[in-house]
């Protein structure tokens, strides 16, 4: 699949890029990605931190039961119990489910291609001007190995633009936002983190 590669300042093209059809041209499965978002959830989740009880302490049978709650050392009447939400799933899995995520996007017309994410002076105000120009409210930004800076400086008071390294690339935040916009730098990231 080729898309023309657009400026952020203007929005002319300078040139395309061929997307890979091993990453961006499959068919998505909305099971696989429902297992992966799902276990994406869960993995941020804190477990719960568990209090003792009365069977966790260890006390002498004085006082009829000094393991009861009055006494100071007693066990916590109707305390948090330990409770965990991780599942694993298989690390080929997770990435078929970035594939897909990937290819849903370039299937339903939502991906751009920007030549890199220089924003002159870091100004909120005029990234603005340009995102609106090239249509692009709520979008997911994916630059190369780090983000770059100015641009992450001018987007971080803009609500819906959220900025990632390729790496940091995951199927939840990719299918949340209307529009997914790659830098050059991260289609070649993105290509190599499943090809090598």
């Known amino acids: 699949m080729k898309l023309n590669v657009l400026t952020l300042d203007g929005g002319k093209s300078s040139g395309d890029v061929e997307l890979s059809d091993d990453v961006f041209g499959l068919e998505p499965r909305a099971d696989i990605l429902h297992r992966v978002v799902t276990w994406q959830l869960e993995k941020r989740r804190a477990p719960a931190a568990a209090t ?29 119990r330990a409770r965990t939400f991780g599942h694993s799933l298989n690390k080929k899995v997770r990435a078929l489910g970035l594939k897909m995520a990937l290819s849903a996007k370039a299937k339903s017309g939502a991906i751009t291609v920007l030549d890199n994410l220089d924003v002159k002076g870091g100004k909120t105000k005029e990234l603005a001007g340009q995102l609106a120009k090239l249509n692009l409210n709520k979008a ?57």
């Not at 199927?171 to 090809?195: G, K, M």
């Open 52 to 80: 003792r009880e009365r069977s966790d302490v260890a006390r002498t049978a004085r006082h009829g039961d000094r393991r009861a709650p009055i006494f100071i050392g007693g066990g916590k009447a109707h305390g948090q």
């Open 140 to 196: 997911l930004f994916i630059d190369g190995e780090a983000i770059n800076v100015s641009f992450a400086k001018a987007s971080s008071n803009l609500v819906g633009v959220n900025v990632l390294p390729a790496i940091g690339a995951n199927v939840y935040d990719i299918l949340r936002a209307d529009s997914l916009v790659l830098t050059r730098a991260a289609v070649e990231q993105l290509e190599a983190r499943f090809n090598g």
